[in-house]
């Protein structure tokens, strides 16, 4: 009898050592609620941001951080409410989650990193040239918190002057172009003047300069009349009647 009660007894202290304290089993729930919800909020906002960019993502890697203080605090009953924010949804990010119910909050962290494919520079551009088709090639690239202003699509690059130097195989952000000048004061250009299916052209000098979509005064050689015109190409402007 007394061996049978030993033997009882290791069993049942055996077993309690593979079962996890109930302040461990409490404190891992915490943990675990939070990253699922914070990895399962932040693959939305990919999502999100994929299909407002049309940017393909080839990979992406996400690394929640909770911190060790979140062992202490007592699981929350419902779903923990975790910050959005304006910003891009890789890099290092950091949101504040709180809950209400138990009246506590603290900030998350996580190192999301994204590989996607970009059009990218085939060569160094420099200042002042205007995209080509035959400048742009797609590459794989390892996105950064500082990639806020990339451009995704070869529709927004083809046509656009080059403002600061463009390095090759190098991400292309927005403040790196600029609408190319399409009239420079002083240029002989045509005047195009359109209505309701009429159409003429006629010469004229430009006394400003501008970029596509931008009013400038223009010097109707034939007339001479000044005249607020906007450029459509190289030496070209057109003007509605």
Same mark, same amino acid.
């Given at each position: 009898?007394?061996?049978?009660?030993?033997?009882?007894?290791? /069993? &049942?202290?055996?077993?309690?050592?593979?079962?996890? /304290?109930?302040?461990?089993?409490?404190?891992?729930?915490?943990? *675990?609620?939070?990253? %699922?919800?914070?990895?399962?909020?932040?693959?939305?906002?990919?999502?999100?941001?994929?299909?407002?960019?049309?940017?393909?993502?080839?990979?992406? %890697?996400?690394?929640?951080?909770?911190?060790?203080?979140?062992?202490?605090?007592?699981?929350?009953?419902?779903?923990?409410?975790?910050?959005?924010?304006?910003?891009?949804?890789?890099?290092?990010?950091?949101?504040?989650?709180?809950?209400?119910?138990?009246?506590?909050?603290?900030?998350?962290?996580?190192? &999301?990193?994204?590989?996607?494919? /970009?059009? &990218?520079?085939?060569?160094?551009?420099?200042?002042?040239?205007?995209?080509?088709?035959? *400048?742009?090639?797609?590459?794989?690239?390892?996105?950064?918190?500082? *990639?806020?202003?990339?451009?995704? %699509?070869?529709?927004?690059?083809?046509?656009?002057?080059?403002?600061?130097?463009?390095?090759?195989?190098?991400?292309?952000?927005?403040?790196?172009?600029?609408?190319?000048?399409?009239?420079?004061?002083? *240029?002989?250009?045509?005047?195009?003047?359109?209505?309701?299916?009429?159409?003429?052209?006629?010469?004229?000098?430009?006394?400003?300069?501008?970029?596509?979509?931008?009013?400038?005064?223009?010097?109707? /050689?034939?007339?001479?009349?000044?005249?607020?015109?906007?450029?459509?190409?190289?030496g070209r402007v057109a003007t509605i009647f």
């Amino acid at each position: 009898m007394v061996k049978i009660g030993i033997s009882v007894s290791y /069993l &049942v202290w055996l077993a309690s050592l593979l079962l996890p /304290l109930p302040g461990l089993a409490q404190s891992s729930s915490v943990v *675990d609620q939070l990253t %699922q919800q914070f990895s399962q909020q932040i693959e939305a906002e990919l999502t999100q941001w994929q299909q407002l960019t049309g940017i393909e993502i080839v990979s992406k %890697q996400i690394q929640p951080r909770v911190p060790t203080g979140a062992r202490s605090l007592t699981p929350c009953p419902t779903e923990i409410t975790i910050e959005s924010s304006s910003g891009m949804p890789f890099g290092n990010l950091q949101r504040r989650a709180q809950c209400i119910e138990e009246g506590w909050s603290l900030f998350i962290r996580a190192k &999301v990193t994204v590989t996607a494919k /970009l059009p &990218v520079a085939a060569r160094a551009l420099k200042r002042g040239e205007i995209i080509g088709q035959q *400048d742009i090639v797609f590459q794989s690239q390892v996105l950064s918190g500082n *990639d806020r202003q990339i451009i995704g %699509q070869v529709s927004e690059l083809l046509g656009r002057q080059v403002k600061r130097q463009i390095r090759r195989h190098r991400v292309i952000q927005v403040n790196q172009l600029t609408a190319p000048m399409w009239v420079n004061l002083g *240029d002989k250009v045509i005047i195009e003047a359109r209505s309701n299916g009429f159409y003429a052209n006629m010469p004229g000098e430009a006394l400003e300069s501008g970029g596509e979509g931008q009013g400038i005064r223009v010097k109707n /050689l034939s007339s001479g009349k000044v005249i607020i015109a906007y450029p459509v190409a190289k030496g070209r402007v057109a003007t509605i009647f």
